[in-house]
């Protein structure tokens, strides 16, 4: 039972910015004046010199992914859970190592994040001193896939072994959802999220377990727009795929916030839980649209300059 952490999450949920909040937002002249509004909101800004707001902007946005799960990961007291939520960042910091063996390149080290079951100095030990930590879990040996990276050759991309890597964290976290269907629910479409990025990207191989069949996936290779309308259409789709069908050139920022959107919808229904994860779960769903929200408006009127109906557009998602 979670009476208390609910109570902990009703709070938090309260203070989330409304439709009207990000309208002011987006009518802020300068990005300096958003910056500065973001800081009196305590949205996780800190205060900078103008002249490095922009180069902060990413580190700002990563140090507050980093916070919220955090935050969550305290809150939950099933550990299984925990584990995968941690190992999403696991994951994320090894896909990095990958990238920099791949491409010779240790800027892609800089991203590498302070989170994870994994642990940090196992992997700064693995990188520095080629260390391969011993973590053997029930369900799979993480162990192994250091190995992966330390004997790695090219014939595998890095966009093969970020395939591999969320086949192993969808296959994990769907075991855990077998008798919750809400979460089940979540981690299905999750995945379905993963092979429309696939399928964008003409790959041959799909993740499993996804509300559309990998049979599904490689025949719409062939279809045509009504044959692919129609399979969209039977999982709830439809919109998704008018943004990608639709046009010859795909509105990637209207796939971005349609999956947003679709995530947020689910996270409404967090008030018919009282006493379960579910709304912590959901309100993880609402504070990372929350905050990738404002990521995009600071860095359009940062790097674009003030473009209002851009910024607009980019909130629709909460109305």
Do not use: W
């Amino acid at each position: 039972m979670y009476i208390e952490e609910i109570g902990i999450i009703r709070a938090k949920e309260s203070t989330l910015l409304t439709f009207t909040d990000y309208e002011r937002l987006v009518n802020m002249i300068s990005y300096k004046d958003l910056y500065a509004e973001l800081i009196r909101l305590n949205l996780g800004y800190q205060e900078l010199p103008y002249s490095k707001i922009k180069s902060n902007i990413s580190s700002n946005f990563s140090k507050n992914i980093i916070f919220v799960y955090k935050e969550i990961i305290s809150l939950i007291k099933n550990e299984e859970i925990k584990k995968a939520l941690l190992y999403e960042a696991d994951f994320f910091n090894l896909k990095l190592i990958f990238k920099s063996k791949f491409y010779n390149d240790k800027r892609f080290l800089d991203g590498l994040i302070d989170l994870g079951f994994i642990g940090k100095s196992n992997i700064i030990n693995f990188i520095e001193k080629d260390i391969l930590p011993f973590i053997n879990e029930k369900n799979f040996d993480l162990s192994y896939i250091f190995v992966i990276i330390k004997n790695f050759n090219h014939d595998l991309s890095p966009f093969d072994f970020d395939i591999f890597l969320d086949r192993i964290l969808m296959k994990f976290r769907l075991n855990l959802t077998k008798n919750n269907d809400f979460l089940k629910d979540l981690c299905k479409k999750s995945i379905d999220f993963l092979n429309i990025n696939l399928f964008l990207n003409n790959s041959s191989t799909y993740l499993d377990f996804g509300y559309i069949s990998k049979e599904e996936f490689s025949n719409m290779k062939i279809y045509n727009y009504e044959e692919k309308l129609n399979i969209f259409k039977k999982y709830d789709y439809e919109k998704i795929a008018n943004i990608l069908f639709n046009d010859k050139k795909i509105d990637f920022l209207n796939f971005e916030l349609e999956k947003e959107k679709i995530l947020l919808n689910i996270s409404k229904q967090s008030i018919f839980f009282n006493f379960s994860i579910e709304p912590i779960i959901c309100y993880l769903i609402k504070k990372l649209s929350e905050i990738k929200t404002i990521h995009r408006i600071l860095s359009i009127k940062a790097f674009l300059g003030n473009s209002i109906e851009k910024e607009s557009k980019i909130i629709q998602i909460y109305k």
